[in-house]
């Protein structure tokens, strides 16, 4: 059983979503500040982490910076809407992911699914093969489900899990466009109502980094009012 750590200041959120990831089978540690879940991670490390950006005492960012002088485990951030900036610099800090407020709990379990998945297969672990954990090749992108790994011309490229999921959806039919509406449902379920300019986002986050790998980069095309394609380079 994995050993999740809520952190926020906001103790509905703590109460609601402890009871929701109690009921999918994990073991939930609660704290309404960061300084408290640092003393107790001292203690005994979680084996993932779900925090707030914004806490009294110690707040996300100086907490996330503290656990990564320590642990790789599995961080994500939980964000408001007015928080781009703080998304960026924690995802820079070693973040894995970031879930919006407010947010399905549906879809926060996925993220922490997929994440822990991650984590068991860098551990070693026995993880069933599927058609959507296959390891693919396009050209110069190597995507591994399992380890959450994307090498782009032999080089490793970080993404969050939203990033990887879009980047998967288009790469796995090079050539064909997928629309706005198939990647929300890609990158979300169906109780999360997200914009245009929120996928539109991702993708150019998702672009930034791979020209940050590569300035040459080009395998994502947008067509206007229609979607983006991946072009196998």
Not at 122 to 136: H, N, R, S
Not at 168 to 186: E, T
């Amino acid at each position: 059983m994995s050993r999740i750590a809520l952190v926020d200041d906001d103790r509905n959120i703590l109460t609601s979503v402890a009871m929701t990831l109690e009921a999918e089978g994990f073991e939930v540690e609660t704290y309404n500040d960061g300084l408290s879940a640092l003393e107790a991670f001292n203690k005994r490390m979680p084996d993932m982490a779900v925090l707030d950006i914004k806490m009294p005492r110690m707040d996300g960012m100086d907490l996330l910076q503290r656990l990564r002088q320590k642990t790789s485990m599995p961080v994500i951030f939980l964000t408001s809407k007015d928080d781009e900036i703080d998304e960026v610099l924690g995802l820079r800090m070693g973040a894995d992911d970031y879930v919006k407020k407010p947010f399905s709990q549906r879809l926060l379990v996925e993220r922490i699914r997929a994440l822990l998945r991650r984590q068991d297969a860098i551990a070693g672990e026995e993880i069933e093969e599927t058609e959507d954990t296959k390891v693919m090749v396009r050209g110069e992108l190597v995507m591994d489900p399992l380890r959450h790994a994307v090498k782009w011309k032999g080089r490793d490229v970080s993404l969050t899990v939203t990033e990887f999921l879009l980047l998967q959806a288009l790469a796995q039919r090079p050539g064909f466009v997928k629309s706005r509406d198939q990647l929300m449902d890609v990158a979300y379920d169906d109780q999360v109502y997200v914009d245009d300019r929120t996928i539109d986002s991702h993708i150019k986050r998702l672009r930034k980094k791979m020209r940050n790998t590569d300035d040459e980069f080009s395998a994502i095309e947008t067509l206007y009012g229609i979607g983006y394609r991946y072009n196998e380079e």
